[in-house]
C-alpha cells in the first residue's frame, strides 16, 4: 500500500520547537517534490513548506527563519523542524508527496498531525 505516515505532533509551549516527520512507505521509483499544509481552526488549508528533489526549499512568508524543511532519500522520508512557535499557530499539518511509481506520479498525502502550541 502505498502511503505517508506522519509522526512527531503534539502539545508545545509558545517559542518552543518540534519536528514533524513524513515517511513514504510502498513501491516508490522516486519521490519529487514533498511538501507541508496546515489548517488552523476556522482556517482554510496553506502551504507551509515544500522541497524538492535537488534539496530546492520554499516557505511561506509567516515560518521564514523559524522552520525549515528537509529530506532523507535513503528513507524516503522528509522532516518539518518547528522553532518558535506561536500560540495562533496550533494547527493540523499534513505532508504531501509526488511520488513516481510505475511510471506514474502520484500526489499522496499523510494522515494529518496535531501541533498545540500551549503554555
Known amino acids: 500500500q502505498l502511503q505517508l505516515v506522519q509522526s512527531g505532533g503534539g502539545l508545545v509551549q509558545p517559542g518552543g520547537s518540534l519536528r514533524l516527520s513524513c515517511a513514504a512507505s510502498?513501491?516508490?521509483?522516486?519521490?519529487?517534490?514533498m511538501g507541508w499544509y496546515r489548517q488552523a481552526p476556522g482556517k482554510e488549508r496553506e502551504l507551509v513548506a515544500t522541497i524538492t528533489s535537488g534539496d530546492g526549499t520554499n516557505y511561506a512568508d509567516s515560518v521564514k527563519g523559524r522552520f525549515t524543511i528537509s529530506r532523507d532519500n535513503d528513507k524516503n522520508t522528509n522532516y518539518l523542524q518547528l522553532n518558535g512557535q506561536k500560540p495562533e499557530e496550533t494547527a493540523v499539518y499534513h505532508c504531501?508527496?509526488?511520488?513516481?511509481?510505475?511510471?506514474?506520479?502520484?500526489?499522496?498525502w499523510g494522515q494529518g498531525s496535531l501541533v498545540s502550541v500551549s503554555s
Open positions: 510502498g513501491s516508490i521509483f522516486s519521490i519529487n517534490v
Open positions: 504531501s508527496a509526488d511520488l513516481l511509481v510505475e511510471e506514474n506520479l502520484l500526489e499522496v
